[in-house]
């Protein structure tokens, strides 16, 4: 009886054990013609610890809840979301990256997959599939990691900048053990911006010198463009933008092009190549954008005299609409 009762405790001591890691199983179908590899996983932003390639391999690593991993398969990486449990991935090696056929006891794996699906094929390419998406996984890293793919997209939309940031700072269930925590914390960055003190903008001109950018008594709006030489949307925006220039300069509105281009003379080039009259400066060391938590281009701020924030778009047909109302 008494050795019956060491069974049963061993037994539920190794489920809890099972129950508090997730253990994966790696099925590589074409692992011989990688012999001479290397394979290692670790969780997300920690260092991996590698073994040689083999047909099936096993990992066990600790951890108390839904987290990313990283692998490193003969010099190819992925990453997955997976949660407690045993796990198994079967899939081959190719040429440039590790294809995945199988992934068993993962539901987070296929959640993630369905939602990139579903972006790519245009399918859910509104903010409010974001919001959804992030809502329907507010517990798990998928939200933290989808925050950092909806703020490429739509970082200048403020409604949905304030309704993704009151629904992650408000839920108690929100998931922040993640290096993806910086998304949010970036979103957060973003909604706080209201207001940039204009005179107090140090920028580079196209001949190389810094200077602050004085406020003019004759300037009721400042229109910061941020852009780059081989952005084609930056390219078009461009071309409407001289067509409106004599409404804007008719508004009053100063048009501040912030290039985050290194070499000064691609900028000079292609400004001078169209006759563009706005003021060019420089982004050195991408010191605004980072300070503005711009990742996608073109940017546009609005300011009016007083530094607010009047709108902020990726678009210059929103800025457009706006100025073209004004009364």
Not at 211 to 239: G, K, M
Not at 245 to 264: H, M, T
């Amino acid at each position: 009886m008494r050795t019956l009762f060491t069974i049963l405790i061993l037994v539920l001591i190794r489920f809890q054990i099972v129950q508090s890691q997730t253990s994966i199983t790696l099925i590589i179908t074409n692992a011989d013609d990688f012999k001479n590899k290397e394979i290692g996983v670790s969780e997300y932003g920690l260092e991996p610890k590698f073994q040689p390639v083999k047909d099936t391999s096993y990992f066990h690593l600790d951890n108390k809840e839904p987290t990313f991993y990283s692998f490193y398969i003969a010099d190819r990486n992925f990453k997955i979301c997976l949660s407690q449990g045993p796990v198994i991935i079967r899939g081959a090696i190719e040429s440039e990256q590790f294809v995945v056929d199988t992934v068993i006891n993962a539901p987070l794996y296929y959640e993630r997959a369905r939602f990139i699906h579903m972006v790519s094929n245009g399918e859910a390419n509104g903010p409010e599939h974001y919001l959804q998406y992030i809502k329907s996984n507010i517990a798990n890293p998928l939200a933290l990691e989808a925050i950092g793919a909806f703020l490429f997209t739509f970082q200048n939309n403020r409604e949905y900048v304030d309704a993704i940031y009151s629904l992650y700072e408000n839920d108690e269930k929100a998931y922040k053990g993640s290096p993806d925590i910086r998304n949010f914390e970036r979103l957060s960055k973003i909604r706080n911006l209201k207001h940039i003190d204009i005179d107090k903008l140090s920028l580079i001109n196209l001949k190389g010198a810094r200077s602050l950018i004085e406020r003019r008594e004759d300037t009721d709006y400042y229109l910061i463009d941020f852009w780059f030489v081989n952005c084609p949307p930056c390219v078009s925006d461009h071309i409407e933008i001289m067509k409106d220039f004599q409404v804007l300069k008719g508004r009053n509105v100063r048009i501040l092009g912030v290039s985050i281009d290194k070499n000064p003379l691609d900028v000079q080039s292609y400004v001078d190549k169209h006759n563009y009259p706005w003021e060019q400066y420089l982004d050195e060391n991408h010191s605004l954008t980072s300070q503005f938590s711009i990742s996608s281009f073109p940017s546009y701020i609005l300011l009016n005299s007083d530094g607010k924030i009047i709108l902020s778009s990726n678009q210059y047909k929103d800025i457009k609409s706006y100025i073209r109302n004004l009364k």
